[in-house]
């Protein structure tokens, strides 16, 4: 027996720009396109400084940093938009045989602040960025 109330799982595409201002400072610039909802996001990451290993194959740099984030939500009737705050923490991983590539996995708060209430979410995020 099935719930007629029961979605089937719905997914999203989210596609974001890293540009590394200063050794230390990258900027992050990001869309996510679900169902429905539509989420920008724009952060200042500062990386930490690791002392190199010439040996390893694999970079570490890891990185706190936070910003601003819009959510726009369509409910079908009407849409509405919302703003809040995003502070990010995780690391940047770079290995030598992948040329031009960088990988990265961070833990996200994400507030919003709707009408007096305070409404707040954690995630995990993982992405591959090209670098041309």
Known sequence: WRSPFRRPPRSGVASSV???VTERVTVNGAVGLYPGVTVML???LYGFPRPRNPQSDVIFKPYIGGGLVMASVDYGLGSE???GLIGSGGTFLTVKKIP???????LSLVRFNVVGVSVAGVGIRLGAHYFF
């Open 18 to 20: 890293l540009y590394d």
């Open 81 to 83: 938009s919302f703003t």
């Open 100 to 106: 031009h590539w960088r990988f990265n996995g961070d």
């Open 42 to 44: 724009g952060e200042l």
